[in-house]
């Protein structure tokens, strides 16, 4: 069955240090996966987008990865910030259809 | 510029009563998305809107839920005879174009905040 799966387990990690979340999907070939934030009581905010072409992207303090063989995707933030807590979803789109899939999400937690 | 809004926040009603929400989406924006999220689920797709156009409603659970966008700006997602597996967060997102069938869309989706509906 098609699913994408996300860290199930909250990541706790100390101010400074480089959080790294995973997305990993079966089932999918897709040629674009997105990365959103969550805050508790908020709805998702979009921060990256990558191309199935495009190994590596970056913003600011963010950077995604995307491996195609592995059904992987990789979303790393560098000198982490307790204002980066929050819940991280990826999500992706299948053609033959309109529909976005979500991840679970990840919840990180920057430690001060 | 304003963003997504969702009305109401919260809502709470009885098993068996209907209820409506509302999204007002971006000014503009062509495709609008409906979802359904579960405590501590990520989003699960209900519906999608191209302009005034449903073109995919494969993902309401039941003939209870039905949503519309009839001007093409404002939807209203309605669940009749509500039960107690209807309570979650529902999201409504927006996007600035038209989402391709078999062209892989590369549109961020604009979220509002949701409304939190309880069934008692």
């Known amino acids: 069955s098609q699913k994408i799966e996300q860290n199930s387990e909250a990541l706790n990690i100390q101010e400074g240090k480089t959080a790294t979340l995973t997305c990993n999907y079966t089932?999918?070939?897709?040629?674009?996966l997105q990365w959103y934030r969550q805050d508790p009581g908020r709805g998702p905010v979009f921060l990256l987008l990558?191309?199935?072409?495009?190994k590596e992207k970056r913003k600011e303090r963010l950077k995604v990865t995307f491996d195609t063989t592995l059904k992987q995707s990789l979303f790393h933030i560098t000198a982490s910030q307790p204002a980066d807590s929050a819940t991280y979803l990826c999500?992706?789109?299948?053609?033959?259809?309109?529909?976005?899939?979500f991840g679970t999400g990840t919840r990180l937690k920057v430690l001060a | 510029g304003a963003g997504v809004s969702q009305s109401p926040r919260y809502k709470v009603a009885k098993r068996g009563q209907d209820v409506a929400l509302r999204c007002d989406p971006i000014?503009?924006?062509?495709?609008l998305f409906w979802y359904q999220q579960a405590l501590g689920q990520g989003p699960e797709f209900l519906t999608y809107?191209?302009?005034?156009?449903?073109?995919?409603k494969s993902g309401l659970p039941s003939d209870r839920f039905f949503a519309e966008r009839p001007e093409g700006s404002v939807s209203t997602l309605k669940i009749q005879r509500t039960q107690q597996e209807d309570s979650a967060v529902y999201l409504c997102?927006?996007?600035?174009?038209?989402?391709?069938?078999?062209?892989?869309?590369?549109?961020?989706?604009?979220f509002g905040d949701g409304t939190r509906l309880s069934i008692l």
């Open positions: 990558i191309r199935e072409n495009e």
């Open positions: 000014s503009g924006h062509v495709s």
């Open positions: 089932n999918y070939s897709p040629a674009y």
């Open positions: 999500a992706l789109t299948t053609s033959g259809t309109y529909k976005y899939i």
């Open positions: 997102a927006s996007s600035p174009r038209a989402q391709g069938l078999y062209t892989y869309s590369n549109q961020p989706q604009h």
């Open positions: 809107f191209q302009n005034e156009a449903q073109l995919d």
